[in-house]
């Protein structure tokens, strides 16, 4: 079943998908990097690490980020009453609210030592058997800041992660990180805002990199400047390669169809909106018909097309001619229609 998220949480999962696809598959510090930037994007994330689990009671932590400061890699020993324990042996998310932090004050407090106030822990999946293989974790000294949002944002973001960890996985298993956000996979984007939101999304990337390298362009000797450099070429063309890819997929405007589902008096209203830029009033008006009908008409035909707004008809329907619409029925002065 899918499930909206706001397009800021998107616009942040989006991004972290591309860096984690563009970074090298041995760049694991890059891959953990790029998810916690995006959780961080979503939520007031403080503490933030990635921890593989080997054996029946070691956590190896190769990221771990807390109080602004990128710490050592590490690993843990934890027993059965921990959180590293309850994310294996569950398979789901672990959230301070479930116990009132008991078992995230298990172990020892990272970073400047304060006690945290709220945490969500996530697990990693295997992309062959959905064995548990690591968990992503994140902590805040403030309480009740992390909602269901940023949970389900985060599982979404642990699933990358270990697709990339495992050099990318199968195709199913890529498939099915892109299940119930269909919105976030690459080759489904349909729309040209779609196509917008890609690319300034790429281009506030490329913006971040460009002020970061400005800022440190003193202390770079010439062979690290062309390497930064390079990244951020590298950064262009990707958009410039998937953009390509979203208009090969794209049909063009004079190819769309009505789908069968759509009946005829939709087909007629979704014309007068697409070719006559008609509200829904004067829908109601020229057609002799309540408002109310028209918008139940209307709710229906972007259903069945797939479509968010009125205003992507104009680019559903393109400059196609309008399919003559069957006469109305009703005559002037006649009984209106009910919803």
């Not at 990128?70 to 059965?80: C, E, I, N, Q």
């Not at 590293?84 to 008991?102: I, L, M």
């Not at 992660?161 to 199968?170: Q, T």
């Amino acid at each position: 079943m899918e499930r909206e998220l706001p397009e800021t949480v998107r616009g942040a999962l989006r991004l972290a998908d591309r860096q984690l696809r563009m970074l090298a598959p041995d760049d694991v510090n890059g891959m953990c990097a790029a998810v916690r930037r995006a959780a961080t994007a979503i939520g007031p994330v403080e503490t933030f690490y990635v921890g593989l689990y080997q054996g029946d009671n070691t956590l190896v932590l190769p990221y771990i980020f807390s109080d602004g400061e990128h710490l050592s890699a590490d690993t843990s020993r934890f027993g059965k009453d921990g959180m590293s324990h309850w994310v294996r042996a569950k398979a789901k998310p672990y959230r301070y609210a479930y116990d009132d932090g008991r078992r995230c004050h298990v172990g020892a407090p990272m970073g400047n030592g304060v006690l945290s106030r709220d945490a969500v822990a996530v697990p990693m999946l295997g992309p062959e058997d959905d064995t548990v293989i690591g968990m992503v974790n994140t902590q805040s000294p403030h309480s009740g800041v992390f909602d269901d949002t940023f949970v389900t944002a985060l599982e979404w973001l642990a699933q990358a992660l270990a697709l990339s960890l495992e050099g990318g996985a199968r195709r199913q298993a890529r498939e099915r990180l892109y299940r119930n956000f269909p919105e976030l996979d690459p080759s489904r984007l349909d729309f040209p805002t779609d196509m917008l939101h890609t690319a300034t999304d790429c281009l506030d990337e490329v913006a971040g990199s460009v002020e970061t390298l400005q800022s440190r362009v003193e202390l770079l000797d010439g062979t690290q400047l062309r390497e930064e450099l390079g990244r951020i070429k590298d950064q262009c063309r990707l958009v410039g390669t998937e953009l390509a890819m979203m208009v090969l997929k794209m049909p063009m405007p004079h190819d769309r169809t009505y789908p069968e589902t759509l009946t005829a008096r939709e087909r007629e209203i979704a014309d007068l909106i697409a070719h006559e830029s008609m509200t829904n009033a004067m829908i109601a008006r020229r057609l002799f018909i309540s408002e109310k009908t028209v918008k139940a008409h209307v709710s229906s035909i972007l259903r069945k097309l797939g479509i968010r707004q009125r205003s992507e008809l104009v680019w559903f329907l393109g400059e196609k001619a309008a399919e003559p619409a069957r006469p109305s029925a009703r005559e002037p002065g006649g009984p209106k229609e009910t919803a």
